[in-house]
């Protein structure tokens, strides 16, 4: 059978594939990328492709996923017995998926950490004692594991676990849900060590329909949102699956993992303000057009990336085929020396490459202090190691094997201190707003 397959005009050529589910990802980006020499911008297009088998399940990566940490808020708490936590979690099935039936919901034991480990395992099991996709609204569908059962231990450690391809409640058959329409995760489970703290959290809204709620409760996890005790409770952050496998009724479909620290995570400059989950530039550029997931953490640094093989396996399907790489302005800034960061860089995406991913790097836009609360670029300074910054750049833009393409992100928003736009400028431009709240961080105006 033929497949059709979905490119972004010049930019990522060849098949992709993977069938993915994420969050509404917000206003897109026009995004600017390097292939070869020449810029060009992003357009979807379709091409033809050979035929090949019938599809088999493909990973389907929630934007949510629990391979991210978002820290703009911090809950901690310590309470005594198995303390329930019960997350509602918002989806979207992207635009490019076509129909997604057959779903599989992956939870993972581990988390991606800025340590130099990159894999971070749980020290304690959780207890998933109920989960659900609601879809279409009032409508609950178990999801079950282990061939139909309710409940499944999720071990602390560098695994994960699946469940069974979820069915629709009312007819029996594969739970299907078109491309562009709206779900739900619901799920509930306990700590073994009695906490209630968040694992791997993310931010949560009421008013897109999520909840997060922690206490001794009853399990809600199969009462549609209109009923539940849980709507609009809002502990703050949430945890779900790391990444939902699907079939697409069009076959193979692009899919991107994006690898980065707090830009990508979306921190800081996104903030709590922005109701599409702190998704990061990248995220929000690609938005719903196609799916994607992150394995994103503030404050990680390229050793991090490189070891996080527990991540990877995640990934390490022949179905993701493009890995976004926005990382490096740590180990600028942290004082590593050029040839440090080139080295770092390379590794990166050598490992990527050799799990069969193209891999896209962005440049480093600038960091830099202000005197005016960056509400101009001639009281915006450089920050110390802006050389290196500049330095790493360039080379990156020479294309280094084994890289397919680069997106030039610093020279959408980079400026001199005239305000021009300059290669190299070292500031931020105030043409869009304030660019960024903190120096570092892109706000979503910038980006």
Known sequence: ????????????????????????????????????????????????????????????????????????????????GRTRHEARIRHTVAANQGAGSSFVLRYAGFSFQAVSAGDLASTYDKTITGCAIEYPPGQINRVTFNSGSNSVVVPGGLTFVDSDPVLNSVTGLPLQVPANAVCYEQVSYTRADGGSGWDAPQEVWPSLGEF?????????????????????????????????????????????????????????????????ENAGYVARGLGNALGWMRITCPQ?????????????????????????????????????????????????????YNAGLKVIQCTLPPATDTS???????????????????????????????????????????VNAAGVPTRNGGRWSVAYGVPTPDGTHPSPAAS
């Open 300 to 352: 990680a640094t390229l050793s991090a990336a490189l070891n996080a093989s527990a991540n990877r396996s995640l990934i390490a399907n022949s179905r993701v085929t493009h890995a976004i790489v926005e990382m490096g302005i740590n180990d600028v800034f942290g004082g590593a020396n050029v040839s440090v960061i080139q080295s770092r860089l390379l590794q990166v995406w050598i490992t990527l």
């Open 212 to 276: 997060s709620v922690y206490g001794t409760g009853a399990d809600n996890s199969q009462t549609p949102i209109a009923s539940n005790p849980n709507a609009g409770v809002n502990t703050g952050q949430a945890w779900g699956a790391a990444m939902i496998l699907a079939d697409s009724s069009l076959g193979s479909v692009t899919s991107v993992a994006i690898v980065g620290d707090s830009i990508a995570t979306g921190s800081g400059g996104d903030n709590t303000t922005v109701q599409v």
């Open 372 to 414: 005016d609360a960056w509400a101009t670029s001639a009281n915006q300074s450089p920050r110390t190691y802006e050389a290196n910054r500049v330095a790493v750049n360039e080379w990156i833009r020479t294309k280094p094997w084994p890289l397919s393409y680069v997106f030039e992100a610093a020279d959408r928003i980079e």
């Open 1 to 80: 059978m033929g497949v059709k397959r979905s490119t972004l005009g010049a930019i990522w050529h060849g098949a992709w594939a993977g069938q993915i589910l994420v969050r509404n990802g917000g206003s897109p980006l026009t995004l600017k990328v390097r292939a070869n020499t020449s810029a060009v911008r992003v357009r979807r297009k379709t091409s033809p492709a050979p035929a090949v088998s019938p599809p088999v399940p493909s990973p389907s990566y929630t934007k949510r996923q629990a391979t991210t940490r978002v820290n703009t808020r911090n809950f901690i708490y310590t309470s005594a």
